[in-house]
C-alpha cells in the first residue's frame, strides 16, 4: 500500500482524476491518500477492475503477479519473457509494455522505471482468482482462436432486404409511439414501468407486442426522443423535430444512440470478426476477450445484439455489411446502404368518399404529421388509411385550422380531388365550431374553475345528462351554462374526445386555439458535484493542513502499522551519516515512532525528524 500511494501522491491531479474515473470505489470515506490506495485495493474494488482487463492486459497482470518476489517486486522486461514462457503470440509479448502503461493507469501496478510492482492486495486477489474463476496464466497468455469462417455464405442480398424490412419497422413504431407519446402523456408507475392502460394504448398504436413495448421505448428514451417529467414520459423537442424526418435520418439517429453504448474496445472486437460471424459466435468472442465479464458483459451485449437485430445491423444472428460500418464510425454509410431497400416515400394520396384518405405509400414525414391534425390514423402500413370525421375536423379548428385550409392542403395532395361527403362534412362542422364554448370560471363561482356555455339550451341539457362526461364533474347553473371544478384544457379536450363541436374562448368571448400536443423540452443539465473531483479538494485539503514531508512520513508510517508491514527505515546519525533499519512498526505518536527491529530483535523508539526514508522492505527479510 505504501508503494501505490506514493504512486498516487505522485500522479498530476488531471490525471488522477482520469484514472481513477476508471476504477468503482466509495469516495465518501476517503480522507488522504491512504484511505485511497485503501479504498483502491478493497478486495470489491479489485474485481471490479479486473472483471473489465481485457485478455492480453490481465494476461500480463498475471504474469507479473506469477514472477513478483515476496514483497511484489519485478523486472518489466521479465513480465514479457514470462508471457513469451507460457506461449503468449508475439503480439502479445511485444505490448507487454503496453499493457503495463493500461494496468499502471487503472492503479493495479506501479510501474518505476524497469521495476513494477504489484501491490499485496492485487496479488492476493489474482492468487484467489486464477484458474478459479478465471483461466490461469498459461490460458490467458493463449493464441486467440481462429475467425470463425462460414462454409456456405449467405445470401448477402437477401439478408440486406430483411434488415432494411426490419430498420423500417423499427422507425416506423417508433415514430407512432412518439405519435402516442404527443396526443397522450404516458405515466410511470411507482414501482417503475408504464401504467397498463398507456402501456397497451401505445402498443396498439405502434403495432408491437405488449411485452416488446418497453425495449421499443428503451430505444426512443436513449436516443432523446422521449423524457421523463415528473410522473409521465412526453415527447422532447428533439422527437417533435425527429418525426418530421425522412426514414434515413431517423435511423441514423437511432444507430448514434446503438453505437454510443457500445465499449470502444468490444466495437474493435466485433469489427475483427468481419462479416463471418453469427450471434453466439459474438457472445463467445467476447467472453474469450473479456475473461472476467460475468452478468455485466453478458446483459449487456445481449441488450446490444437485441438492438442491433431491431435496427437492421442483424439478421437471425448474422450481422449484415451495415453492421461494419457503424461500428467504423461511418453510421451515415450504413443508412445509405440500408436506405436503398426502404419502400420510397409518398407525397399524394387518395380521398374517397366513404371521408377516409389512402396513402399508396409511406406519407412524407410532413405531410403525414399534417393529415393527423384533422384526421385519425387507421391503419399503418406500406400503405396506410386515415379516416376523417366530425370529431377529427373539430380538435383541427381547434388548433387553429380552417374548413378551407383543410380543403387547400388536401387538393394539394390529393389524386382524386375532394369527394363531395368531405366538402359537406367541412363546411358542417365549421357552421357547427364553436356552438359550445369552454373558457376559465369566474371567481364568484369558485370552487368551480371551468365554465361551459351554449345557446342551445337543449345541448346543455344534453352535455349535463351525458354519462360519458361524468369524469369532468358538470353542474348545471342555468339554461345555458354549465360549470366544472377542473381546468378549461380539461373540459376542452374531454368535451372534444366525447365529439362535441367545442371552442376555447378567453374573458372576451374571443375565441382561442387550444393544441393538445404535450412536447417535454429537455433541461440543461444541473450543476453537478463531481465526486471524485470533491475527493480530491478534500486531499487537498489534507495536504494543505500537513502536507510537509515530516507528516507524509507519519502517515506512511502508520499505514504500516496497520498492516503490520515491514520497512526499510533510513535514520540520520548524529554525524551526518544514515543508517538503514528493518523496522516493523507498531505505533505512531507524539512525533516519534515506536518499532520492532527485525535483525536486533529489540523494540526502538526514533523521532520521526530524525528518519530521512522509508522504503518497502527487500524480498524475503
Known amino acids: 500500500m505504501l508503494v501505490l500511494a506514493a504512486r498516487l501522491r505522485?500522479?498530476?491531479?488531471?490525471?488522477?482524476?482520469?484514472?481513477?474515473?476508471?476504477?468503482?470505489?466509495?469516495?465518501?470515506?476517503?480522507r488522504d491518500?491512504?484511505?485511497?490506495?485503501?479504498?483502491?485495493?478493497?478486495?470489491?474494488?479489485?474485481?471490479?477492475?479486473?472483471?473489465?482487463?481485457?485478455?492480453?492486459?490481465?494476461?500480463?497482470?498475471?504474469?507479473?503477479?506469477?514472477?513478483?518476489?515476496?514483497?511484489?517486486?519485478?523486472?518489466?522486461?521479465?513480465?514479457?519473457?514470462?508471457?513469451?514462457?507460457?506461449?503468449?503470440?508475439?503480439?502479445?509479448?511485444?505490448?507487454?509494455?503496453?499493457?503495463?502503461?493500461?494496468?499502471?493507469?487503472r492503479f493495479l501496478v506501479v510501474r518505476d522505471g524497469a521495476r513494477v510492482h504489484v501491490p499485496a492486495e492485487v496479488h492476493a486477489r489474482l492468487s484467489a482468482r486464477l484458474g478459479v474463476d478465471l483461466p490461469d496464466p498459461e490460458a490467458l497468455a493463449a493464441p486467440a482462436p481462429p475467425v470463425a469462417v462460414a462454409l456456405e455464405h449467405a445470401d448477402r442480398g437477401l439478408l440486406e432486404r430483411r434488415a432494411s424490412e426490419a430498420a423500417y419497422a423499427t422507425v416506423a413504431a417508433t415514430a407512432e409511439l412518439l405519435a402516442g407519446f404527443a396526443a397522450q402523456p404516458a405515466r410511470e408507475l411507482a414501482k417503475g414501468g408504464l401504467a397498463l392502460p398507456d402501456a397497451k394504448r401505445l402498443a396498439e398504436a405502434t403495432g408491437v407486442e405488449l411485452t416488446e413495448l418497453?425495449?421499443?421505448?428503451?430505444?426512443?428514451?436513449?436516443?432523446?426522443?422521449?423524457?421523463?417529467?415528473?410522473?409521465?414520459?412526453?415527447?422532447?423537442?428533439?422527437?417533435?423535430?425527429?418525426?418530421?424526418?425522412?426514414?434515413?435520418?431517423?435511423?441514423?439517429?437511432?444507430?448514434?444512440?446503438?453505437?454510443?453504448?457500445i465499449p470502444p474496445a468490444l466495437r474493435d472486437l466485433v469489427v475483427r470478426r468481419s462479416d463471418a460471424i453469427s450471434?453466439?459466435?459474438?457472445?463467445?468472442?467476447?467472453?474469450?476477450?473479456?475473461?472476467?465479464?460475468?452478468?455485466?458483459?453478458?446483459?449487456?451485449?445481449?441488450?446490444?445484439?437485441?438492438?442491433?437485430?431491431?435496427?437492421g445491423l442483424a439478421v437471425g444472428g448474422e450481422p449484415v455489411e451495415a453492421t461494419a460500418l457503424v461500428l467504423a464510425g461511418d453510421v451515415a454509410g450504413a443508412a445509405e446502404r440500408l436506405a436503398r431497400h426502404f419502400p420510397p416515400q409518398v407525397d399524394k394520396v387518395y380521398v374517397q368518399h366513404d371521408l377516409t384518405i389512402v396513402s399508396p405509400g409511406p406519407l412524407e414525414p410532413a405531410l403525414d404529421a399534417r393529415l393527423r391534425q384533422f384526421a385519425e390514423v387507421e391503419g399503418r402500413d406500406l400503405a396506410s388509411s386515415y379516416r376523417v370525421t366530425a370529431s377529427s375536423v373539430n380538435r383541427a379548428l381547434a388548433a387553429g385550422e380552417s374548413a378551407e385550409s383543410i380543403r387547400s392542403f388536401l387538393a394539394t395532395i390529393s389524386l382524386t380531388g375532394i369527394p363531395q361527403p368531405l366538402e359537406y362534412l367541412l363546411a358542417e362542422s365549421a357552421a357547427r365550431f364553436g356552438s359550445v364554448r369552454v373558457s376559465a370560471a369566474d371567481p364568484s363561482d369558485a370552487p368551480a374553475r371551468?365554465?361551459?356555455?351554449?345557446?342551445?339550451?337543449?345541448?346543455?341539457?344534453?352535455?349535463?345528462?351525458?354519462?360519458?362526461?361524468?369524469?369532468?364533474?358538470?353542474?348545471?347553473?342555468?339554461?345555458?351554462?354549465?360549470?366544472?371544478?377542473?381546468?378549461?384544457?380539461?373540459?376542452?379536450?374531454?368535451?372534444?374526445d366525447a365529439r362535441y363541436p367545442v371552442a376555447?374562448?378567453?374573458?372576451?368571448?374571443?375565441?382561442?386555439?387550444?393544441?393538445?400536443?404535450?412536447?417535454?423540452?429537455?433541461?440543461?443539465?444541473?450543476?453537478?458535484?463531481?465526486p471524485i473531483e470533491a475527493m480530491l479538494d478534500r486531499l487537498d485539503a489534507s495536504d494543505a493542513d500537513g502536507g510537509t514531508e515530516l507528516a507524509w512520513l507519519a502517515r506512511q508510517l502508520e499505514a504500516a502499522a496497520r498492516a503490520k508491514e515491514t520497512l526499510t527505515v533510513t535514520v540520520r546519525m548524529p554525524g551526518g551519516d544514515t543508517a538503514d533499519y528493518l523496522l516493523a512498526p507498531a505505533s505512531v505518536a507524539n512525533g516519534r515512532l515506536r518499532a520492532r527491529d527485525r535483525k536486533a530483535d529489540i523494540e526502538r523508539t526514533l523521532p520521526i525528524s530524525a528518519i530521512a526514508a522509508v522504503s518497502p522492505a527487500p524480498a524475503g527479510s
Open 10 to 30: 505522485a500522479v498530476p491531479r488531471e490525471r488522477l482524476a482520469a484514472a481513477l474515473s476508471t476504477r468503482e470505489f466509495d469516495h465518501s470515506g476517503v
Open 33 to 105: 491518500l491512504f484511505d485511497l490506495a485503501e479504498a483502491l485495493t478493497a478486495p470489491e474494488s479489485l474485481d471490479h477492475a479486473i472483471d473489465r482487463l481485457e485478455r492480453p492486459t490481465l494476461a500480463t497482470l498475471a504474469a507479473a503477479h506469477a514472477i513478483a518476489d515476496d514483497v511484489g517486486w519485478t523486472q518489466a522486461d521479465a513480465i514479457g519473457a514470462e508471457l513469451a514462457r507460457l506461449g503468449a503470440a508475439e503480439p502479445v509479448v511485444a505490448s507487454a509494455s503496453d499493457a503495463l502503461i493500461r494496468l499502471d493507469g
Open 214 to 261: 418497453p425495449r421499443l421505448v428503451r430505444r426512443a428514451v436513449e436516443a432523446g426522443l422521449v423524457v421523463r417529467e415528473g410522473p409521465v414520459w412526453l415527447e422532447s423537442d428533439a422527437g417533435a423535430q425527429w418525426v418530421l424526418q425522412g426514414t434515413e435520418a431517423r435511423w441514423t439517429r437511432l444507430a448514434d444512440a446503438w453505437r454510443e453504448r
Open 279 to 311: 450471434s453466439n459466435s459474438i457472445r463467445d468472442d467476447v467472453a474469450w476477450y473479456y475473461p472476467g465479464g460475468g452478468a455485466w458483459l453478458r446483459d449487456g451485449l445481449d441488450r446490444l445484439l437485441e438492438d442491433a437485430e431491431a435496427l
Open 450 to 496: 371551468s365554465s361551459v356555455r351554449s345557446d342551445d339550451d337543449q345541448l346543455i341539457g344534453t352535455l349535463a345528462v351525458d354519462q360519458s362526461l361524468s369524469s369532468l364533474g358538470l353542474r348545471q347553473a342555468g339554461p345555458h351554462r354549465l360549470l366544472s371544478r377542473f381546468p378549461p384544457d380539461v373540459v376542452f379536450w374531454g368535451l372534444s
Open 504 to 530: 376555447a374562448e378567453d374573458a372576451e368571448g374571443r375565441i382561442i386555439r387550444l393544441r393538445r400536443q404535450h412536447v417535454a423540452h429537455v433541461p440543461a443539465a444541473a450543476p453537478r458535484v463531481d
